[in-house]
Nanobody
């Protein structure tokens, strides 16, 4: 079992920045991939950033060049630095962890609201 807790969401003006954090606990040694997803009202949940255990980050086209994902294995944490935020980035952001047997765990989500 893995538990994930996100923090760092909030309200920010367009062009601003936020840093999301996700702290993992439980069977953290079994975590391979860690991901950030987001879900805007009326839309499907989408993958924003992906960082596997050995590195090699992936970003969706909509955030590439503005968002940076990083991972602190020692602290069992993953972060999402979001710069140059746009109103269309408004969503609930979810941390996701995939463990060795491909089971997936989710955090409770944190709201990010970008005002124009």
């Amino acid at each position: 079992q893995v538990q994930l807790v996100e923090s760092g969401g909030g309200l920010v003006q367009a062009g601003g920045s936020l840093r999301l954090s996700c702290a993992a606990s439980g069977s953290v040694s079994s975590i391979n991939d860690m991901n950030w997803y987001r879900q805007a009202p009326g839309k499907q949940r989408e993958l924003v950033a992906h960082i596997p255990r050995g590195g090699g980050e992936y970003y969706s086209d909509s955030v590439k060049g503005r968002f940076t994902v990083s991972r602190d294995t020692a602290k069992s944490a993953v972060y999402l630095q979001m710069n140059s935020l746009k109103p269309e980035d408004t969503a609930v952001y979810y941390c996701n962890a995939v463990v060795a047997n491909w089971r997936s765990y989710w955090g409770q989500g944190t709201q990010v609201t970008v005002s124009s």
